[in-house]
């Protein structure tokens, strides 16, 4: 089964951070990213702040809530998740992960075509839309 998780930037320093997703109803329009102890690495380098229930606790990070984009459940050829927002090349040409109609599609940014979810996995994700961040090969 898919998880239903969520990825964003965090507002004070541009980390991404992945969990659940919380929006403060408008107008204040903010999003969190709430990180259950399934997140905190093993360094503790994300410590808990919340006590939620007896074994849960969470890290509540405010994030833009422009770059929030929901788990595909695809993964590219070297195994990093893809994200709605995720740029994926593949044949040299680049495609924009969306989430349209319930459903992920993938469409060229050149021409708007779509491209098969079963070569995604032959793909490389290099960057996201909604983020200033490209990486290369």
């Known amino acids: 089964m898919r998880q ?3 990825r964003g930037q965090r507002l004070d320093n541009g980390e991404w951070v992945y969990g659940f997703l919380y ?3 408008l107008p204040s329009g ?3 990213m709430i990180l259950t102890t399934d997140n905190i690495h093993e360094d503790n380098s994300l410590k808990p ?3 939620l229930a007896f074994t849960l606790w969470v890290d ?3 994030v833009k809530t422009e770059t929030v984009g929901q788990l595909s459940g695809l993964q590219d050829k070297s195994g990093e998740e893809i994200y709605e927002g995720d740029i994926i090349e593949c044949a040299s040409e680049q495609y924009v992960c ?3 109609e319930g459903g992920f599609e993938f469409r060229s940014m050149r021409d708007d075509k779509l491209i098969l979810k ?3 996995h032959i793909s490389q994700v290099i960057g996201n839309v909604r983020s200033e961040e ?3 090969g």
């Open 23 to 25: 929006m403060l109803p």
């Open 30 to 32: 903010v999003s969190y």
């Open 134 to 136: 490209r990486r290369v």
């Open 118 to 120: 079963a070569v995604v």
């Open 60 to 62: 509540l990070f405010p």
């Open 4 to 6: 239903n998780r969520y």
């Open 98 to 100: 969306e989430f349209i």
């Open 49 to 51: 702040k919340y006590h």
